[in-house]
């Protein structure tokens, strides 16, 4: 049986319309794999029905947490911060059967394949800085004086770390250890909510916002990790762009008045098989 991966981000399931959507979602065949690059919710209720319904269509489905996924929102029954947050949801989606970047990489053998997915969770470090600034301190600053200053500064609790970026560090190191141990043999599907190159985010229509979607220590991975393809979300600008020859996809669904003037929520993209331009 031949099947598809597929990749989605960005659900945003707080939104209704959003999860109308989710719940409409139908593999085109029993063998089709989806991949989820973060920000299903910020709700652990909510984060864990969207993706224990996903796998009850997909034949594989594999996670990575968002920033929202690992917010502690107030109106949470879980109060859970930080990392213990995050160990909380992996062991729901190892209750539901859903890969996380915890668990050994799948290795997709359909279409393009084989290739090892590897589910990263690599967050920021504030390193995406605007022009003109060379500390974390002064990036912030220009952000607040341009009032664009990330809701995880509020919400994204980086404890038991004594920050978000030395919470990132931690995770380099972790993630380079694994994808140190794969198969070599294999090209890889590289999967993290944040782009692991900085590029994507030259788009961005506040640039300030950038520090807090990706770091500079992710900027050869995709050559260091033989990438066919590089899966990210978070940037809610869904596109496809090639960066020294590999595929970076964004694949992102955004919220409602982001998709509305485009016509509508834009469905898992193919990743392998290519869906040919037209
Ligand atoms: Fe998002
Ligand atoms: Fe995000």
């Avoid at 960005?10 to 139908?26: K, P, S, T, V």
């Avoid at 996670?63 to 929202?68: C, E, I, R, T």
């Avoid at 140190?180 to 043999?185: E, G, K, L, T, V």
């Avoid at 599907?189 to 788009?203: G, Q, Y």
Wanted: hydrophobic letters at 40%.
């Amino acid at each position: 049986m031949t099947g598809t991966l597929f990749a989605i981000s960005d659900l945003h399931i707080g939104y209704r319309e959003n999860r109308e959507f989710l719940e409409e979602l139908r593999p085109g065949s029993a063998a089709d794999w989806l991949i989820v690059a973060g920000d299903v919710g910020e709700r652990f209720d909510q984060i864990t029905w969207a993706l224990g319904t996903l796998r009850a269509k997909y034949a594989e489905v594999i996670w990575v947490p968002g920033n929202h996924e690992l917010w502690t929102p107030q109106n949470d029954p879980v109060q859970l911060r930080g990392e213990a947050r995050y160990q909380a949801l992996v062991e729901r989606c190892r209750e539901l059967g859903v890969h996380t970047p915890e668990d050994p990489y799948p290795v997709w053998r359909g279409a393009g394949g084989p290739v090892t997915i590897a589910p990263l969770f690599v967050l920021y470090d504030y390193t995406f800085r605007p022009p003109g600034t060379t500390t974390k301190e002064e990036s912030l600053a220009v952000a607040r004086a341009a009032g664009i200053v990330g809701t995880d500064e509020s919400l994204l609790h980086h404890d038991p770390y004594p920050s978000r970026e030395a919470w990132c560090a931690a995770r380099i190191e972790l993630t380079e250890r694994r994808l140190a141990q794969r198969d070599p043999a294999l090209p890889t599907v590289l999967v993290n909510h944040f782009p692991l190159h900085r590029e994507p985010t030259r788009v961005l229509r506040y640039p300030e916002f950038a520090q807090w979607c990706g770091t500079e220590r992710t900027a050869d991975w995709h050559l260091r990790y033989n990438a066919a393809v590089a899966v990210y979300g978070h940037l809610h600008i869904p596109r496809s762009m090639v960066i020294d020859g590999i595929r970076f996809e964004e694949v992102s669904v955004g919220y409602p008045r982001e998709w509305r003037p485009r016509g509508g929520p834009a469905g898992p993209r193919a990743v392998f098989p290519e869906a040919s331009a037209d």
